[in-house]
């Protein structure tokens, strides 16, 4: 799939004020039920090393398909900002996903959603730039503010909970329950497992 342009802001206010503007795009309503190919998103980096993102292509039926990887010099990210982190890792993400052989269905994001400062974390971002249904599935809590913006979600006994939260085009609630539905074996859904452990290997792979 070949995304469109992704705008580059110069500096954090320019992208601040991009970053609201896109929230307003954000819808919160839609299902998921019948998606079977998703696109499941994990980036790492270390500092003096290109930043890695993997787009993992995963049918809900016969499970991982594809894997596409790309890499962004370090020179060339956007500063990092807490709350801006989308803007850093989004242009790698949508090189990997142009690499996909088919286009998937919906998005699963390592990171947030809505449940964001803003309402726009990784997953919400990709899936406005991309017009497509997203989640995000976030190891910690970002924006505790008091609005219903997503569940604490414990995939297994005994691991820690995870943050689900809508990205676009998804439903509070059908977020939550798609997520439910997805293979696991451990604490992260398994397709976004095996894109963490396709982009630790990208990485190590560079040193």
Do not use: C, N
């Given at each position: 799939?070949r995304?469109?342009?992704?705008?580059?802001?110069?500096?954090?206010?320019?992208?601040?004020?991009?970053?609201?503007?896109?929230?307003?795009?954000?819808?919160?309503?839609?299902?998921?039920?019948?998606?079977?190919?998703?696109?499941?998103?994990?980036?790492?980096?270390?500092r003096?090393?290109?930043?890695?993102?993997?787009?993992?292509?995963?049918?809900?039926?016969?499970?991982?398909?594809?894997?596409?990887?790309?890499?962004?010099?370090?020179?060339?990210?956007?500063?990092?900002?807490?709350?801006?982190?989308?803007?850093?890792?989004?242009?790698?993400?949508?090189?990997?996903?142009?690499?996909?052989?088919?286009?998937?269905?919906?998005?699963?994001?390592?990171?947030?959603?809505?449940?964001?400062?803003?309402?726009?974390?990784?997953?919400?971002?990709?899936?406005?730039?991309?017009d497509?249904p997203?989640?995000?599935?976030?190891?910690?809590?970002?924006?505790?503010?008091?609005?219903?913006?997503?569940?604490?979600?414990?995939?297994?006994?005994?691991?820690?909970?995870?943050?689900?939260?809508?990205?676009?085009?998804?439903?509070?609630?059908?977020?939550?329950?798609?997520?439910?539905?997805?293979?696991?074996?451990?604490?992260?859904?398994?397709?976004?497992?095996?894109?963490?452990?396709?982009?630790?290997?990208?990485?190590?792979?560079?040193?």
């Open positions: 799939m995304p469109p342009p992704f705008p580059k802001p110069a500096h954090p206010e320019e992208a601040l004020a991009l970053q609201r503007a896109l929230a307003k795009k954000v819808r919160l309503a839609g299902s998921l039920e019948g998606v079977r190919r998703i696109a499941a998103l994990d980036a790492s980096h270390k003096g090393r290109p930043l890695v993102a993997v787009a993992l292509l995963y049918d809900l039926e016969k499970g991982p398909l594809h894997v596409a990887t790309a890499l962004l010099p370090e020179e060339a990210l956007f500063p990092y900002v807490p709350g801006l982190l989308s803007f850093r890792e989004a242009p790698a993400y949508l090189e990997a996903l142009a690499a996909l052989p088919e286009a998937p269905e919906a998005l699963l994001g390592d990171g947030q959603g809505v449940a964001h400062p803003r309402g726009l974390g990784i997953a919400s971002h990709l899936g406005v730039h991309l497509l997203s989640v995000g599935v976030a190891k910690r809590l970002l924006a505790p503010d008091g609005r219903p913006l997503g569940y604490v979600y414990r995939s297994r006994t005994g691991v820690k909970p995870l943050y689900v939260s809508p990205g676009h085009r998804v439903g509070l609630e059908e977020a939550l329950r798609f997520v439910r539905r997805l293979p696991t074996r451990f604490r992260l859904p398994e397709p976004l497992r095996l894109a963490h452990l396709e982009a630790g290997r990208a990485l190590k792979a560079l040193d």
